[in-house]
């Protein structure tokens, strides 16, 4: 498989089209319904990249970037 990416977004539909495009490039995609789940799963999965929704309820973009800048594992994904 190739490069990992991770995909949070709270959208069922945006994110199976983003994970879907993506997998036909040949990356090994897992996608979060939400920023705890995100930041669970970037910890278990570690993935390369992390594309993120900015607009979701509960934690947005912005919170789960400065949470996932405060843990040493997986502050450095860009």
């Known amino acids: 498989m190739g490069k990992?990416?991770?995909?949070?977004?709270?959208?069922?539909v945006g994110g199976f089209?983003?994970?879907s495009r993506l997998q036909k490039e040949g990356f090994d995609v897992?996608?979060?319904q939400?920023?705890?789940h995100g930041l669970n799963l970037?910890?278990?999965y570690r993935p390369e990249l992390i594309i993120?929704?900015?607009?979701?309820?509960?934690?947005?973009g912005y919170?789960?970037?400065?949470?996932?800048?405060?843990?040493d594992m997986i502050k450095d994904i860009p």
């Open 30 to 32: 897992q996608r979060a």
């Open 17 to 19: 089209l983003m994970e």
């Open 34 to 36: 939400n920023g705890e």
């Open 42 to 44: 970037a910890q278990s």
């Open 52 to 60: 993120l929704d900015v607009e979701m309820p509960s934690m947005n």
């Open 63 to 71: 919170t789960f970037v400065g949470e996932k800048n405060k843990n």
């Open 4 to 12: 990992r990416i991770l995909v949070v977004d709270d959208d069922p």
